[in-house]
Nanobody, 128 residues
Framework: QVQLVESGGGLVQPGGSLRLSCVAS????????????MGWYRQAPGKQRELVAT???????DYGDSVKGRFTISRDNAKNMVSLQMNSLEAEDTAVYYC??????????????????WGQGTQVTVSS
């Protein structure tokens, strides 16, 4: 399996900024993997999980309508890392943010398989 570890959540005032980061690693030393798409989703209380931003290995990005122009996703493919710079934060951005990665992996030199992994989630709270 491929594990995702997020960091950077917290409490910020409206209009402020936060930066989230997520790093992917193989669960054991025998796992090789390649990430096609990596990004962020969020889920607010009582609401469905929604797209925030994703980036394909080619550099193509996709943003949720509510964050366009305020959030910027970036990716370091060599480090299997994705970051999300969040500016002009609003109360409506309060949610648990989850890192997501899709790709392929090989365990112990076996047959390649597809994977989809999720991080444990990091809380972002926008409040005065």
């Amino acid at each position: 399996q491929v594990q995702l570890v997020e960091s950077g959540g917290g409490l910020v005032q409206p209009g402020g900024s936060l930066r989230l980061s997520c790093v992917a690693s193989g669960k054991d030393s025998g796992t090789d993997f390649s990430i096609a798409t990596m990004g962020w989703y969020r889920q607010a209380p009582g609401k469905q999980r929604e797209l925030v931003a994703t980036m394909h290995i080619s550099g193509t990005t996709d943003y949720g309508d509510s964050v366009k122009g305020r959030f910027t996703i970036s990716r370091d493919n060599a480090k299997n890392m994705v970051s999300l710079q969040m500016n002009s934060l609003e109360a409506e951005d309060t949610a648990v943010y989850y890192c997501n990665a899709d790709g392929s992996m090989i365990r112990g030199g076996g047959t390649p398989s597809l994977f989809r992994s999720w991080g444990q989630g990091t809380q972002v709270t926008v409040s005065s």
